[in-house]
């Protein structure tokens, strides 16, 4: 049993550009030995991934929108033409309004939280069970999260509670896809400079927080997170399913910071 992705091909979905969480598990997938297939909204967006992903050998770029069923229907099925099948599947999408992730959790409005909740969370039931039906041998999905969902988080707000929500229907989806030999994972990294992170209020601040205070006196690293998911693409995470793997250097041990700090 190796960690190699020799002869399997996946999608990846919620490639921004090259500081990107999913462009970091990309790239390792890609040096791993995986064809790749991304996933973009819009014009803008394809030509940010476009480059990228032409610079690991891809030519396969669908159009997606996981909040329109059609769009996500005619993704799944160029992906089954074009392959047949798929192996793996990457969910790294998350949105909110940034002008809510800010101040207090009581001020997030009905139509932000509907927003969040189904981007953030409902797209990764919905893409599992398009991708489930072009993994005729099993394979792999894995989505993000982050310690907000189980740990206040200062400005982190409704994402808190889309990523609980996330948490649980990945083990929800890992419980119903296992039968079919699809595990379902996600990884949690700690805080990240990503054109994400940086749309929570004081983002700095906790980046450098976690980095002073974890057991490692470090944040997560793209390659730190890219090495997890070729884990739980692979052959060598064949048992593993419905874990959330915290890729945080340690900082979610932490009872309070470190005695200096304090």
Same mark, same amino acid.
């Given at each position: 049993?190796?960690?190699?992705?020799?002869?399997?091909?996946?999608? =990846?979905?919620?490639?921004?550009?090259?500081?990107?969480?999913?462009?970091?598990?990309?790239r390792?997938?890609?040096?791993a030995?995986?064809?790749?297939?991304? &996933?973009?909204?819009?014009?803008?967006?394809l #030509?940010?991934?476009?480059?990228?992903?032409?610079? !690991?050998?891809?030519?396969?770029?669908?159009?997606?929108?996981?909040?329109?069923d059609?769009?996500?229907?005619?993704?799944f099925?160029?992906?089954?033409?074009r392959?047949? #099948? =798929?192996?793996?599947?990457?969910?790294a999408?998350?949105? *909110?309004?940034?002008?809510?992730?800010?101040?207090? =959790? /009581?001020?997030?409005?009905?139509?932000?939280?509907?927003? &969040?909740?189904?981007?953030?969370?409902?797209?990764?039931?919905?893409?599992? #069970?398009?991708?489930?039906?072009?993994?005729?041998?099993?394979?792999a999905?894995?989505?993000?999260?982050?310690?907000?969902s189980?740990?206040?988080?200062?400005?982190y707000?409704v994402?808190?509670?889309?990523?609980?929500a996330?948490?649980?229907?990945?083990?929800y989806?890992?419980?119903d896809?296992?039968?079919?030999?699809?595990?379902?994972?996600?990884? *949690?990294?700690?805080?990240?400079?990503t !054109?994400?992170?940086a749309?929570?209020?004081?983002?700095?601040?906790?980046? #450098?927080?976690?980095?002073?205070?974890?057991?490692l006196?470090?944040?997560?690293?793209?390659?730190?997170?890219g090495? /997890?998911?070729?884990?739980?693409? *692979?052959?060598?995470?064949?048992? /593993? &399913?419905?874990?959330?793997?915290?890729?945080?250097?340690?900082?979610?041990?932490m009872?309070?910071?470190i005695?200096?700090?304090?």
């Open positions: 049993m190796t960690i190699s992705l020799n002869g399997k091909r996946g999608l =990846i979905m919620g490639v921004a550009n090259d500081r990107s969480i999913a462009w970091g598990i990309a390792a997938m890609h040096e030995g995986a064809e790749l297939a991304f &996933s973009y909204q819009g014009e803008q967006l #030509k940010r991934v476009g480059p990228l992903a032409e610079s !690991l050998g891809s030519d396969l770029l669908v159009e997606s929108d996981v909040t329109d059609a769009s996500l229907d005619a993704c099925a160029e992906l089954a033409d392959w047949g #099948k =798929i192996d793996f599947l990457v969910h999408i998350a949105f *909110s309004d940034k002008s809510e992730l800010t101040g207090r =959790i /009581t001020n997030t409005t009905r139509g932000n939280f509907r927003n &969040s909740m189904e981007i953030s969370c409902y797209s990764f039931i919905d893409v599992s #069970k398009r991708a489930a039906e072009i993994m005729p041998d099993g394979g999905l894995m989505t993000m999260t982050y310690q907000g189980t740990r206040v988080t200062p400005n707000n994402m808190g509670v889309a990523k609980a996330l948490e649980s229907a990945t083990r989806l890992a419980a896809l296992g039968p079919q030999g699809i595990r379902v994972n996600a990884i *949690s990294p700690g805080p990240m400079k !054109l994400a992170g749309a929570i209020a004081g983002a700095r601040r906790t980046f #450098k927080h976690t980095e002073a205070n974890s057991p006196r470090a944040n997560a690293t793209l390659e730190a997170i090495g /997890t998911a070729v884990y739980l693409a *692979s052959d060598a995470g064949a048992c /593993t &399913s419905g874990e959330i793997l915290r890729v945080d250097c340690g900082y979610h041990v009872g309070m910071p005695l200096e700090n304090l």
